[in-house]
């Protein structure tokens, strides 16, 4: 059993779905999905490809309108709202390629998303020097994750994992209340897959993390409940060693043993 299973779960519930559904021209790709993500606690989506995940994340982004069921963010119904309203509510989220300036540093990459949440997004006629109380903030957000050393380098020169990491600075610049990972392992070596995974156990001790995530060393690790979806509908759910234990989940991931 990994640590995070034991602990008591934080009774928040900062996003929820019910009933959540997607159809594509007859085609059922989400079905009747149930999910309760907590404040301060990691929740992982897995299955096998074609389950549904990244549909699911698109739902709950409003990147795709569901069919049917409701969606709701600390407490609101967002089931109608759109994207980037959504974001501005708190709720924030990666993709599975990396989405930085290549050409910028990596300071500059994260005093370009705060621009947002600090009112200067649009303000195109102050001058470049306007930008410079974002530092303070800027240097604290490189330093929570380890970006400090690589501050003035390019983000093309970073490495991949690097680079995800300064990804996800530059959501938490938008202070989100909800974080959405699509795949941030994706493509890592193990060195970064460890580095990674630590720095998303300490982000989410200030905020919820919904994760799809295929390497399942990493979920047993860090993520304190798991959803398992497969043909778009959820197979079992709880922490790591219940459904790595289901034959359900066994049969999804390695097919009919008989």
Request: glycine letters at 6%; proline letters at 4%.
């Amino acid at each position: 059993m990994s640590a995070v299973a034991a602990e008591v779960a934080d009774p928040r519930v900062v996003l929820s779905a019910r009933g959540l559904g997607k159809d594509f021209a007859g085609f059922t790709a989400v079905n009747d999905v149930d999910l309760d993500v907590h404040h301060a606690r990691i929740h992982a989506l897995i299955g096998p490809n074609g389950a549904g995940k990244t549909t699911v994340f698109n739902l709950l982004t409003k990147f795709l309108q569901p069919t049917r069921g409701r969606i709701e963010l600390l407490g609101t119904d967002i089931t109608q709202t759109k994207p980037d309203k959504v974001a501005r509510m708190g709720l924030v989220r990666s993709f599975q390629i990396s989405a930085v300036f290549p050409h910028l540093t990596v300071l500059e990459n994260v005093r370009v998303a705060l621009q947002r949440p600090n009112g200067l997004s649009t303000q195109f006629w102050l001058p470049l020097s306007s930008l410079d109380r974002l530092n303070a903030r800027a240097e604290a957000l490189l330093a929570d994750l380890g970006l400090t050393p690589y501050r003035d380098s390019r983000a093309a020169d970073l490495s991949y994992g690097r680079k995800r990491v300064l990804e996800i600075a530059t959501t938490l610049a938008l202070d989100p209340e909800v974080l959405l990972l699509d795949e941030p392992m994706a493509g890592m070596g193990q060195e970064d897959v460890a580095m990674v995974a630590g720095i998303i156990r300490e982000v989410a001790t200030q905020r919820a993390v919904l994760m799809v995530e295929h390497n399942l060393s990493v979920v047993a690790d860090i993520c304190h409940h798991v959803t398992v979806l497969q043909r778009g509908e959820i197979i079992a759910a709880g922490d790591y060693a219940t459904v790595s234990a289901d034959p359900r989940v066994r049969t999804a991931y390695m097919g009919n043993e008989e």
